[in-house]
């Protein structure tokens, strides 16, 4: 099996892909506008509703979210001036720049890509749950960081497609006995983890997401927000135990043990039973929030 392998000039290759990557797929302008709006001192309200009312798409897709089951809002929000003034500027900031990724990246076609899709959008739903189980102040950041998590795999099938079919076929033999992880990082030299962490930094998401991303398999080592990680890393293993996963994977990765602190010091009665309820609760969730998967998939 072992000449099946070549991580070694692999790595290299990636991150040279990756440079590349951030130069070419360009996020739209607007969302550099959106970004210096929101991160600007002297930026008002009426500075960001103008730059959003002069993207008719995005004004379109704002509304939506903003006006589905996902906030809980029961008041019709029907201008962007509204919007941001119940959303405020970090939740319209992550939500322009989540969709702009997940257009750039959605190519629909492959039986792969339609599973990837359906099981992040779980987990984005799934990290959402988790966040309020866990006593969390709610805010838009779960979802995304969630719906984001395996962005790192959705460039890896895109961008070496030979390989990442490749890597596939040898998941799918039975005397290969390991990780999916593990497989990933002989044929690629890194983890999807970490490229997903690496195209999210340069696109310039906040570091709490970056973080929960780049470590949504090991969440306690995430620097700015263990409880976010926490979140996605648990949706996700929720999601890949109830089968809402791409892949056939034998082995998934366990439980990070060393987050269990983190998760008491959140909820001080936190079980498995309050985790099994959860798992049980998430498909009529997520077809609950099916109106959102449209805002950033159409
Ligand atoms: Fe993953
Ligand atoms: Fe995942």
Redesign the pocket.
Same mark, same amino acid.
């Given at each position: 099996m072992e000449e099946l392998y070549f991580s070694e000039q692999s790595r290299e290759h990636i991150l040279g892909l990756l440079s590349r990557c951030t130069d070419i797929l360009t996020l739209p302008h607007i969302v550099h506008q959106i970004l210096d709006v929101a991160s600007g001192k002297n930026s008002s309200a009426s500075d960001l509703t103008s730059l959003i009312e002069s993207d008719p798409a995005l004004t379109a897709r704002i509304l939506s979210v903003a006006n589905s089951s996902y906030l809980g809002f029961t008041k019709k929000v029907s201008t962007i001036s509204h919007a941001v003034v119940v959303l405020g500027f970090q939740e319209i900031q992550n939500l322009a720049l989540s969709m702009s990724v997940v257009q750039l990246f959605d190519r629909r076609g492959s039986e792969f890509t339609e599973k990837l899709w359906r099981h992040s959008f779980s987990v984005g739903v799934g990290s959402r749950m988790l966040a309020s189980y866990l006593n969390l102040r709610m805010d838009g950041k779960y979802f995304v960081s969630g719906l984001l &998590? $395996?962005m %790192?795999?959705v460039f890896l099938s895109q961008y070496l497609p030979e390989k990442f079919n490749e890597m596939l076929t040898v998941l799918e033999r039975q005397d290969v006995r390991t990780t999916y *992880?593990a497989v990933e990082e002989k044929f690629f030299g890194m983890?999807?983890?970490e490229v %997903?962490g690496k195209l999210l930094e340069a696109w310039m998401f906040p570091r709490e997401i970056v973080d929960a991303v780049a470590w &949504? *398999?090991e969440p306690h080592r995430s620097g700015s927000n263990q409880a976010l990680a926490a979140c996605v890393h648990l949706a $996700?293993l929720l999601c890949t135990i109830k089968g809402v996963s791409p892949l056939k994977d034998r082995y998934f990765l366990p439980m990070d043990k060393k987050i269990v602190p983190v998760l008491y010091d959140l909820r001080e009665n936190f079980s498995t039973e309050g985790l099994i309820a959860l798992m049980g609760q998430l498909d009529l969730e997520t077809d609950r929030q099916r109106a959102l998967l449209s805002a950033f998939r159409w």
């Open positions: &998590h $395996d %790192g795999k *992880h983890t999807h983890a %997903g &949504h *398999h $996700d």
